[in-house]
């Protein structure tokens, strides 16, 4: 398994503004993943972040609004840029671990938007 | 359809019920097999994760899979109100591909 840390753990955001999301692991981990939980739904995936390549987005997702970062094996962050109400949401990282394609969560990052 | 198909719930049982949750599914390539956890406000929890078909035991918590039918189930024996979350499945093919999520289930235990 791993421990994975996020911050913030909440922020309320004004329109308009970005905010920078990080996520630390207690391992050196390949595969590191984004997503978004909507209030009642399930799991959406943004990205996945694999340390020294780029990030690949999932459909309806784009770098230019959600910009990542991966400078090594335990670290990453997401961007939600130009904020607008509609990405009030929970974001949450998780690392691939032992190769079964089983992933291990963060607490998630709580965004409210106004 | 959805690759992956269960149903929201909410699901509310007595203390000490047995549950069953279900998950079915289209996808024949599907190999990994995994339930999660979700209490309010927190990230999902690994609970059970299987391998192919059959069935895996861990104390209270039973994961079966039944590749035949495309259709996987978790059994909670003794339930009680600490089991009180979400409950999602999740599955892939392998070879490093993206895990395919259930909307996920509510289940309320009442003491």
């Known amino acids: 398994s791993a421990v994975i840390s996020q911050k913030p753990s909440r922020d309320i955001c004004q329109r308009g503004t970005s905010l920078t999301i990080q996520c630390q692991v207690d391992?050196?981990?390949?595969?590191m993943f984004w997503y978004r939980q909507q209030p009642g739904q399930s799991l959406t995936l943004i990205a996945t972040?694999?340390?020294?390549?780029?990030?690949?987005?999932e459909s309806g997702f784009v770098i230019d609004k959600f910009p990542i970062s991966r400078p090594n094996l335990t670290f990453s962050t997401l961007t939600v840029s130009n904020m607008s109400p509609e990405d009030s949401s929970i974001y949450l990282c998780?690392?691939?671990?032992?190769?079964?394609?089983?992933?291990?969560f963060g607490p998630g990052t709580r965004l409210t938007v106004l | 359809q959805k690759e992956v198909e269960q149903d929201p719930g909410p699901l509310s049982v007595p203390e000490g019920a047995i549950v069953s949750l279900n998950c079915t599914y289209s996808?024949?390539?599907?190999?990994?097999f995994m339930w999660y956890r979700q209490y309010s406000r927190k990230g999902p929890e690994l609970l059970m994760y299987?391998?192919s078909s059959g069935n895996k035991e861990d104390g209270r918590f039973t994961a079966q899979v039944d590749k035949s039918s495309k259709y996987i189930s978790l059994f909670i024996r003794d339930s009680q109100p600490s089991d009180s979350a979400t409950y999602l499945c999740?599955?892939?093919?392998?070879?490093?591909?993206?895990?395919?999520w259930g909307l996920g289930t509510s289940l309320a235990v009442n003491p």
């Open positions: 299987t391998y």
């Open positions: 972040a694999n340390q020294g390549s780029e990030a690949t987005y």
């Open positions: 998780s690392v691939e671990v032992g190769g079964t394609d089983t992933q291990y």
């Open positions: 999740a599955m892939s093919a392998g070879n490093n591909r993206k895990l395919i």
């Open positions: 391992s050196q981990v390949t595969m």
């Open positions: 996808n024949s390539a599907f190999q990994y």
